[in-house]
């Protein structure tokens, strides 16, 4: 009983500990803005606007109002659908969630690692060290910034604490009785599926349980963990594939002589990340594009021949660590086995979104970092009493300063999402200036009326990728503005060959019609709203213009034909209020306005959003 209530204590406090470090560390985001994708995930997604639509988030993949992706994660909105029926757009509780998301991760993981030590004998006092030390290191590091801070990158804080927590349930259930095991078993299988509904990487924590299994050579422990897998991925399926979804753009890989390469790139530009993460930014790069024969574009390519180098070296050196490993020290060889699982899907072999990516490392960096703190802790105890406690004290003193350094850079590293422009500034000065991120601030420039800027940027988007959709369109926009209709006529002409952007194309010719000759091309505008997947931004306008044209029957027609794909836009139901309330027929608008209510709990009586 005594030593129950030790273990109590120690526990309590190393997860207070954790929290504590967590919160102070992150802490200025409490004060940051929604910036990137937040604005389509968070502030233009219709289906977080009400509890009436969490079912409906359900069947409908993410970024309902942007560029489409392959995202399945409803748990995730549904974070942002309670979230906003109890503090509409204010960002601090959005951010103080994720904090505690995150925060839930690594006690998860706390229990997690500890479990796991425990199936390789490692006895009570240093098992929970390791874990302890481990968790906090990963819980603080600025690598997890991009996870934690930025509201979007919530998913991988969910799914990482749901997946260690199911994972925690199947091994501990292992060591149950057998009623008691059944219950965990399906516990884990209900935190699993969990899991894999808020990020498509819990199907990663399936597979290092069932891993974790075999390498103990517990078959039967395998075919139950096999059992939650096969279950879960059937329901989790039977939900996603139904679920309405757009496919994305299609995406170029790189070529397969080309990808061994990258791998090498990537491993080096990581392994520098963790070990001293000072130049964190968002879209890193690690592609040789050379701009012509200039000293810069020359040096920056043998910098990365360099980085290939040291890359290759670099996995072979952890292919020694993992052989040397193998009977030395099974738990660190297990672990490091994990850590190579979670890494491998984006280690540069498949074709992502990008080529590196520092929350990619979310979850391969938890068994990374056990995996050393059991080395450290083995180096420690193989020694003789003497020199035992020399090295304690260089490794705990090396151990403190890495610690209070990574927790500083983390908070230091919050302040970069403070808003829209501190975010793409600093994301651009510290080596991030891909051609998206140079659009994102020139649709900001644009917004903000600085036209001049505007352009500049997309131009810089164009010299970075030639031929970028939205670089072009963009560009047409900022013509427009400047009512140089020349130019804008000229980049309307590309853009309306592109099939990502042609319907927003059409669009803008229209307007370039209204402007240049002061007509309204209602076909051009109506065959806009017909290209491509449904756009509400720009049936919006048409149905607009339908009214402004004394065509508000018609308008309200194709509103009803709308509304009986989308149901579940607020937005859409107010307009047909609004319409229909001009045309005279009260009681519908008033049926219309009620369903508009209905789908955002945060409109006013007006019908306002507040």
């Not at 397969?256 to 090498?264: D, E, G, K, N, S």
């Not at 990008?354 to 970092?369: D, Q, R």
């Not at 140079?438 to 352009?455: S, V």
């Not at 607020?570 to 789908?599: I, P």
Request: hydrophobic share 50%; glycine share 4%; proline share 4%.
């Amino acid at each position: 009983m005594i030593l129950s209530n030790s273990f109590l204590v120690k526990k309590s406090f190393a997860i207070l500990v954790i929290i504590a470090a967590v919160l102070i560390s992150h802490s200025p985001a409490l004060r940051d803005g929604f910036v990137w994708d937040d604005t389509a995930l968070i502030l233009r997604d219709p289906l977080i606007r009400s509890w009436r639509l969490i079912p409906e988030g359900f069947n409908h993949f993410l970024f309902v109002d942007a560029t489409a992706s392959d995202f399945y994660r409803p748990i995730q909105r549904l974070t942002y659908t309670l979230e906003y029926a109890a503090f509409a757009f204010r960002p601090l509780p959005y951010h103080l969630t994720s904090i505690l998301c995150h925060s839930a991760a690594a006690i998860a993981f706390l229990f997690l690692a500890e479990e796991f030590l425990l199936i390789f004998g490692i006895e009570p006092t240093k098992r929970r060290l390791i874990a302890f030390t481990a968790t906090l290191a990963w819980a603080i590091h600025p690598l997890q910034s991009a996870a934690v801070v930025y509201v979007s990158g919530r998913a991988d804080s969910l799914a990482a604490a749901f997946g260690f927590l199911g994972f925690y349930l199947i091994l501990r259930g292992l060591r149950a009785p057998a009623r008691s095991g059944l219950l965990f078993l399906v516990a884990a299988t209900v935190a699993l599926l969990l899991s894999i509904l808020s990020k498509e990487a819990g199907l990663i924590i399936f597979l290092l349980a069932l891993t974790a299994s075999a390498l103990k050579k517990n078959w039967i422990a395998t075919v139950k963990t096999a059992g939650v897998v096969v279950f879960s991925a059937l329901v989790y399926l039977s939900l996603r594939l139904p679920a309405e979804h757009i496919a994305p753009p299609v995406l170029r890989p790189p070529s397969l002589l080309v990808r061994p390469i990258l791998m090498a790139r990537a491993f080096a530009e990581y392994a520098g990340l963790i070990v001293f993460p000072l130049n964190l930014h968002m879209d890193r790069n690690i592609e040789t594009q050379p701009s012509g024969f200039s000293d810069a574009s020359l040096t920056a390519a043998a910098w990365r021949e360099l980085q290939t180098l040291l890359g290759i070296l670099l996995i072979v050196a952890a292919a020694y660590w993992m052989i040397r490993a193998r009977k030395r020290s099974p738990a660190v060889f297990s672990s490091l086995v994990l850590a190579g699982l979670s890494y491998l899907p984006f280690s540069g072999i498949f074709a992502w979104n990008a080529s590196v990516a520092e929350h990619w490392l979310y979850l391969p960096t938890t068994f990374l970092f056990l995996a050393a703190t059991i080395e450290a802790a083995d180096l420690i105890q193989a020694r003789n009493e003497k020199q035992r406690s020399t090295i304690r004290l260089a490794a705990i003193s090396i151990m403190v300063a890495w610690l209070v350094f990574l927790g500083i850079r983390t908070f230091i590293r919050a302040f970069d999402w403070k808003d829209q422009r501190t975010f793409l500034e600093r994301t651009i000065a510290s080596g991030g200036d891909s051609a998206r991120m140079h659009i994102n601030l020139g649709n900001l420039e644009l917004d903000e009326g600085r036209l001049n800027e505007a352009k500049a940027d997309f131009e810089a988007a164009l010299r970075r990728e030639p031929g970028q959709p939205l670089a072009i369109l963009n560009l047409a926009a900022v013509a427009l503005k400047q009512n140089d209709f020349k130019a804008a006529r000229e980049q309307l002409q590309r853009a309306v060959k592109i099939p990502l952007v042609e319907p927003q194309a059409h669009e803008f010719l229209a307007v370039l019609e209204n402007k240049e000759k002061s007509r309204v091309d209602l076909l051009r505008l109506r065959l806009a709203a017909r290209t491509g997947p449904p756009n509400w931004s720009i049936e919006k306008r048409y149905l607009k213009v339908l009214d402004e044209a004394g065509a508000t029957a018609q308008a309200i027609g194709e509103l009803q034909t709308w509304l009986r794909r989308e149901w579940y836009r607020a937005e859409s139901w107010k307009l047909l209020s609004r319409l229909l309330a001009k045309s005279a027929r009260g009681d519908e608008a008033l049926q219309a306005l009620n369903r508009a209510h209905a789908y955002d709990v945060h409109l006013d009586m007006h019908g306002e959003a507040l």
